[in-house]
């Protein structure tokens, strides 16, 4: 799928959706949110397996703090649309907030993919309801003198009882190099102790690399 096919997908989705990711949420002052995730990956088609060895690992920092009760400070450890190491940080501030309405935040990243300067905008889109969410997040991946590369997620969470969540993500990319991906990713987050819950999911990829995954993770709030 094509950069601009992809991004006209994303906002049509928004619109369709009235909703974006859980960026569209600035943090409280003094506030922060945490996550460390692994996802281990293995071929969709079972006939080529040697070994109960997952063929691709993907581990992901990510961090955010509330600098006042506007300006969000992030950083993204992990890798990128196009699968190289990524380290960028990032700051989000809210266009709008409207509650239960339509909230839109933008955000502006800068580090390095693959040892390299890279310059990422990105766009957030939320709406909130009793029984959870829905959210959508873009980002673009502008490296100098490179091919951009952009990244979209859909996500639709639910509250469950006991303090539990439930996401049924859509995950697509349009790397620089190489075909666009699509993939499933549902997940369970159940609370561990205090203030540290876990997530456990799957994913399946629709087009792309044709793979299957599972994601675990912990999340904490600070």
């Given at each position: 799928m094509s950069l601009p096919r992809l991004l006209s997908?994303?906002?049509?989705?928004?619109?369709?959706?009235?909703g974006a990711l859980a960026g569209a949420w600035p943090q409280a002052k003094g506030a922060g949110f945490a996550s460390a995730t692994v996802r281990l990956s293995w071929p969709q088609d079972l006939?080529?397996?040697?070994?109960?060895?997952?063929?691709?690992?993907?581990?992901t920092l990510y961090v955010e703090y509330g600098l006042t009760e506007r300006l969000t400070l992030g950083l993204d450890l992990g890798r990128s649309v196009s699968g190289d190491a990524k380290t960028v940080a990032f700051l989000r501030w809210p266009l709008r907030q409207s509650d239960p309405g339509l909230r839109v935040a933008a955000e502006v990243g800068l580090g390095q993919i693959d040892g390299a300067a890279v310059l990422r905008p990105g766009l957030s889109l939320g709406l909130g309801r009793n029984w959870g969410w829905m959210a959508a997040d873009a980002?673009?991946?502008?490296?100098?003198?490179g091919r951009a590369a952009a990244k979209l997620d859909l996500t639709l969470g639910l509250h469950l009882p006991s303090d539990r969540m439930l996401l049924l993500q859509v995950q697509s990319g349009a790397p620089a190099d190489g075909p666009g991906f699509v993939r499933l990713a549902p997940?369970?987050?159940?609370?561990?102790?205090r203030k540290v819950q876990t997530e456990l999911g799957g994913s399946w990829s629709l087009t792309g690399d044709r793979t299957m995954g599972v994601t675990m993770g912990l999340w904490t709030r600070f």
């Open positions: 997908l994303g906002l049509l989705l928004c619109l369709l959706a009235s006939g080529t397996w040697t070994s109960l060895e997952p063929t691709g690992q993907y581990r980002l673009v991946e502008l490296p100098g003198g997940s369970l987050v159940t609370p561990l102790f």
